[in-house]
């Protein structure tokens, strides 16, 4: 005769790993750029796609993305996506909750970009404004963008 069975899970490790990660010429100078305000895409020498933010290789053909693609950006865009998160991510992230995870479509660019922001009254289907933050809130990472309604 069968027992019923009850579904039990023990979490007995947690790895956490440290780690350094190189940026690559392009992205050096997207937060270069976003220092000095300026939101910068790379337009893909090989199949034209316009990629924010921009990768060390195009996402769509594999072309190694260099310093001199990048082109300045429009700061609107639309929203396409929002949530609200209620719980704490990792230690070192840089929001504490709750914190909006917004999706932008920026005009020209072919990629959506994804922003972390402690509005919580911005929806779908809203214009935004990008605004790059204070110079002395800046760190020189995708932190430094945020975002006000039209
Ligand atoms: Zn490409």
Redesign the pocket.
Known sequence: MRKDRKHKSVETHRIVIDYEEDLSDVEQKFYSDLKKDKISAAV?K??R?VILPPPPY?P??S?RLKPSDLVSLPNSAKVLSQTVVHYPYPEDFPLSPPFSIIVLKIPRADTSFIINSKRLDIYLGDRVKILPKRQKEKKGDITDIDIEKF
Do not use: N
Request: net charge positive; hydrophobic share 0%; aromatic share 12%.
């Open positions: 893909c090989k199949c796609k195009c769509y053909c072309t």
